[in-house]
C-alpha cells in the first residue's frame, strides 16, 4: 500500500491544531539510519486507510515529497469521540533485518469442527493477533488459525498453527491459547440427542 505525506516544518501544539483543520494529520517517521522526520498526511485518506486490517499490518511504501522509503505503522492517536486522527507514527524497515510485528489471526473451518458440528460447543477467540519476528519482506497479511480438528473443551496453542516459511511466533510463556471450545450451560450435543432419539 501507498501513504503519501509531505515534509512538516512547523511544530508544537498551535501548528498541529492547524493542520488538522485544514484536513491533514500530523505524524512521524524515525528508525534506521536517517534522522526522524516529521510530516503530514492527508487526513480522510489515512482515516479511511485505517479501516483496512492490511493498512495495519503490511510493509507501507511511503511517498515523502517524492521519495519512497519502506515503513510499518506502528501507532496512531484518535480523538476520544470526534472521528479524527490526531497523530501517526510510521518506522522504517530494513529489508536485512528482522522486525517484530502483530498480524492478525483468521479463524477458519469453525463450522465444521467436532466441537461446533457435534457437540454445539463455542469457540472463544482468546487471541486476535499473534506477535511475530521475520524478515519484511516475509511479512504475512495474516495468520490462519485452522479450527477443523478442535473438539469440545479442547482448545488450540500457538503451537498448532502453521506459520508461513521464514515467521516465528514470539510468545510470553510456553504454549499460549489462542481459542477454545466450551459447552454452554445447558447445550445438548448432537450425540446425546441421537441416544434419546
Known amino acids: 500500500m501507498k501513504v503519501i505525506a509531505f515534509k512538516r516544518e512547523l511544530q508544537g501544539t498551535g501548528a498541529s491544531r492547524r493542520l488538522r483543520k485544514s484536513g491533514q494529520t500530523p505524524g512521524i517517521v524515525y528508525g534506521g539510519a536517517a534522522a526522524p522526520v516529521s510530516i503530514t498526511l492527508d487526513h480522510n485518506a489515512l482515516y479511511h486507510a485505517l479501516k483496512k486490517e492490511v493498512f495495519h499490518s503490511s510493509i507501507l511504501d511511503l511517498e515523502i515529497d517524492g521519495v519512497v522509503e519502506k515503513v510499518l505503522l506502528r501507532d496512531f492517536q484518535v480523538h476520544a469521540y470526534k472521528q479524527?486522527?490526531?497523530?501517526?507514527?510510521?518506522?522504517?524497515?530494513?529489508?536485512?533485518?528482522?522486525?517484530?510485528?502483530?498480524?492478525?489471526?483468521?479463524?477458519?473451518?469453525?463450522?465444521?469442527?467436532?466441537?461446533?458440528k457435534l457437540h454445539a460447543a463455542v469457540i472463544s477467540h482468546v487471541m486476535v493477533e499473534l506477535e511475530v519476528s521475520c524478515l519484511p519482506g516475509q511479512l504475512p497479511e495474516f495468520i490462519t488459525a485452522d479450527l477443523s480438528n478442535l473438539d469440545a473443551g479442547q482448545s488450540l496453542h500457538v503451537k498448532d498453527i502453521v506459520l508461513p516459511e521464514g515467521v516465528t511466533a514470539i510468545t510470553h510463556g510456553d504454549n499460549q491459547t489462542v481459542a477454545i471450545a466450551v459447552v454452554p450451560a445447558g447445550a445438548t450435543s448432537a450425540e446425546a440427542e441421537a441416544e434419546k432419539k
Not at 510510521?90 to 461446533?116: E, G, M, T
Open 84 to 116: 479524527l486522527v490526531l497523530h501517526a507514527d510510521f518506522q522504517r524497515v530494513d529489508a536485512n533485518h528482522k522486525i517484530h510485528v502483530k498480524v492478525p489471526l483468521h479463524f477458519i473451518n469453525a463450522d465444521v469442527s467436532p466441537a461446533v
